[in-house]
């Protein structure tokens, strides 16, 4: 009994200490969760959170309300940066994914309605995996936890034991919370705050994750089981100058196997914009290498 009484008193002392850097957005039509990043006024949210808002309530625990500007949001990550004018505020200490473990506890955190902070508990139950979110949105390398999520909790932080957050929870699917890892959030974030928005290259095709052929796969020049067989090129793309075809199958763009689109989307960064890259084809059986200068993605907010 007194185990699990000291296990309660500090479960509750930890959410104490972590609500003051966990807040309610009120995005209008839209609302969820932020967590305060920085002292300076930097708030955190999942991109869906705000929607099309330029401006949003910040609602703190104390009952303070301030009004947040859009810095920036990438929708293809559902992470946005607001700012609020106010100094003094108390940041989330923030953890190391690669001390992550599988079993270990969880404590997620959300402010769903304003002024009263809520905690789920429970364990990370997978980590390291490319997850499919809302809307079409793609988690890569994900926290999957067991602490139930419930309306509002998006844009809230899961945290460990020690009060470190681990991720971001944007989405749940089949009894388990989904959050974007606290390495890749911070990369995100600052890109956001310094530019605004994301920019990322942009090819100009559809494709899907294909098997290859045993007769193929196993061979020098592929040495790979999977590519992504191109469905369509978009007229006037990147893709379409290069010569990319329907029924080529994409396996390399520069030094990167796209064994499957996630791969393909991290080997589209910035800094392949407006640079020359080899992308190598299969075309029928042979194996095919094309020049292909990528554009900027221009649909972001």
Not at 119 to 143: D, F, K, L, Q, Y
Request: glycine letters at 12%; aromatic letters at 4%.
């Amino acid at each position: 009994m007194q185990l699990l009484q000291s296990f309660s008193n500090a479960v509750a002392q930890l959410t104490d200490k972590i609500s003051p850097s966990v807040v309610h957005i009120d995005a209008g039509e839209a609302g969820g969760t932020g967590i305060v990043w920085s002292i300076d006024g930097y708030i955190v949210t999942a991109s869906h959170v705000v929607g099309e808002a330029e401006t949003s309530r910040v609602i703190f625990n104390d009952g303070r309300e301030l009004e947040g500007k859009l810095v920036g949001a990438d929708t293809y990550s559902d992470v946005a940066v607001l700012r609020v004018a106010s100094a003094g505020l108390t940041p989330i200490p923030r953890g190391e994914v690669e001390d992550v473990r599988v079993g270990q506890f969880a404590l997620a955190l959300a402010n769903s309605f304003g002024r009263q902070v809520s905690a789920t508990s429970g364990i990370i139950t997978s980590r390291g995996r490319n997850v499919r979110g809302w809307h079409g949105i793609m988690i890569e390398e994900a926290i999957v936890s067991d602490a139930k999520l419930n309306p509002g909790h998006s844009g809230g932080p899961v945290v460990d034991a020690s009060g470190k957050m681990l991720g971001m929870n944007v989405a749940h699917f089949a009894g388990r919370g989904i959050a974007v890892p606290v390495d890749s959030l911070a990369e995100v974030v600052e890109t956001l705050s310094r530019d605004g928005r994301m920019r990322k290259a942009f090819l100009g095709v559809v494709i899907e994750p294909m098997k290859l052929p045993e007769e193929l796969a196993g061979t020098e020049d592929v040495d790979q089981e999977w590519g992504l067989l191109v469905r369509s090129v978009e007229k006037g793309s990147a893709a379409k100058v290069a010569g990319v075809a329907i029924g080529d199958i994409i396996l390399r763009f520069g030094d990167a196997r796209v064994v499957d689109e996630y791969k393909l989307h991290k080997a589209l960064s910035r800094e392949a914009i407006g640079k020359t890259v080899s992308l190598w084809v299969l075309r029928g059986e042979k194996l095919t290498e094309l020049k292909v200068v990528p554009n900027e993605v221009d649909k972001q907010k």
